[in-house]
């Protein structure tokens, strides 16, 4: 950073003495200053330094228009990036579409120039919760480089990398991990050659695409070579925490606490242990400091953490991590949509803990949690999948047939019921628009007994209807929780105002889960003495279950064809 210094004061004589090549140097030397200073976290000094560039480069190009184009428009491009780093989307957006369409009006614009802006664009989109449109941008401007990639110039590779790195985060993000591993692969080779030949200030990006690479292989799987190639990242970075905590102990506590999580899955639980609690101390050390940073991270390390004290026989320190990292999730939600994928997770695991615990009270109020995050994800129409790649409306499926479970376990048959219905009234909606997408005929998803049977999803009125909970106090613990509160969503809150459209891997995963949950009301059926209401629910689970064993003779008219 000194050097950098030195070159802006340097290029700022040289722009008073030799005004036309001096003032170009300064130009670029603020478009480098903001890269450098975004490279190491200074994201308010990076905006200031990229808006003096784009205000020389304006310059520029006003007294000599068309020579100086190019310039602009990638200056533009990191401005639109920085303002982006600071929440500023919409600024962020105008100045990044300025960017392209400046690119694409130039004659002489060269491929490098089209395809940074399209990159910037991409990380505008990623911070306005635009996925898709993100990863459309950051694909085609990796898609406009790699034919350049035979003898490229550095600031070619440059961009290219940067583009990989940043299509890997958005692959990742939306759980193809296998994808997010190559590109994160390809973008490292590249950040390796620029290191090779002497270009040190794409350091920080180089470790960080390399420690990325190393979280893909962890949520692969492949732990033990994630500990290989997270080595060389930690290091690093806890070199540079020692001499900037400010900038660099976030990222610091992050990779300890995946490294924790990998030494944890290969068995190495004491060891996994001391590095989760060292990344929770200092995360909570930078809590106060920078608290949208640190926020995320350290319900991340309380979850790490959770998991080693739950392998070392420590439950009740578990429970302990996990309400915080919960109450963390659920204030960091509060501000931003997207955070609710994360305390959905959270929520979940925290319930399965205290249901194999045989705590039954809280592990039933937090999956109606779960459910109630569920129906605010379909609300707010969250993009996005959960950890085994469901979409918000299965998932709030598959919650509602556990909550009806769980609640039926403990003997409260009327919340079972209740979610139990809601569940079958859901994925009968989802097949049935399934079976219109694909123009299946109706028999082919439901059988015409079960609508014959139970064609509203409710419990018929019968004087022999038992009211009687077995366990009063349990039932009252739990009605007060808001979930359980929360009525059936209307189709159109179900959709989120757009039809969802399925795969036929997901009409295959709503049919077993609807023969679950037809099986479920079965026995709730039986409990009351509903018998032939019980074997109509059985016998149609049964149907579903032979069918997707068994599947008919593929034609036209089959599930999935087009």
Known sequence: MIVLRARIASARVAARVVPVWGRVWLAAMWVRAAQQLAFHYRREEAAAAARSGVHCWRALESRRPGRHGAGLARSLGVLAERLADLGSVGEALAVAEEGVALAERQESADVVTLAATRSALSVVHARAERPDEALAAVERAVHLLLPLDVAPSRTAVA??????????????????????????????????????????????????????????????????????????????????????????????????????????????????????????????????????????????????????LRAQGRADDAIVALEEAVALRRRLATGSPAQLWPLAALLMEFADLMWGLGRRVPAIRLTAERVAVDRRLLAANVAGTDGSGADPEHTLARDLYLLGVRCRTTGQSEEAAQAIEETIALLRSRAARFAGDQAVPADAVLSEESRRADDGGTLPDDVRRD??????????????????????????????????????????????LLADALEEMAHLHDARGYLVEAFVAIDESVAIRERLAFPPVRNSSAPGEA
């Open 467 to 512: 009211d009687v909970r077995r366990d009063d106090a349990l039932a009252d613990d739990v009605l007060t929780d808001d979930g359980l509160a929360d009525g059936p969503l209307t189709e159109d809150e179900l959709t989120g105002g757009r039809p969802v459209r399925l795969s036929e891997r997901a009409w295959q995963d709503d049919q077993a």
């Open 159 to 308: 961009v290219l990398a940067a583009g990989l790195s940043r299509m890997g985060g958005l692959l990742a993000a939306a759980g193809r991990h296998e994808e997010a591993l190559s590109a994160y692969g390809e973008a490292v080779v590249r950040y390796q050659r620029l290191f090779r030949r002497g270009c040190w200030r794409y350091t920080v990006p180089y470790l960080c695409a390399q420690g990325e690479l190393a979280r893909q292989l962890g949520a692969l799987g492949r732990c033990a070579e994630a500990l290989e190639h997270g080595a060389r990242p930690l290091a690093y970075f806890q070199l540079m925490a020692g001499a900037y905590p400010a900038e660099y102990r976030c990222v610091q506590a992050s990779l300890l606490t995946e490294v924790a999580r990998w030494r944890g899955a290969l068995g190495q639980h004491a060891e996994a242990l001391d590095g989760a609690d060292l990344a929770v101390s200092l995360f909570r050390h930078e809590l106060d400091v920078q608290p949208e940073r640190a926020g995320a991270g350290l319900a991340y390390a309380l979850r790490c953490l959770a998991v080693q």
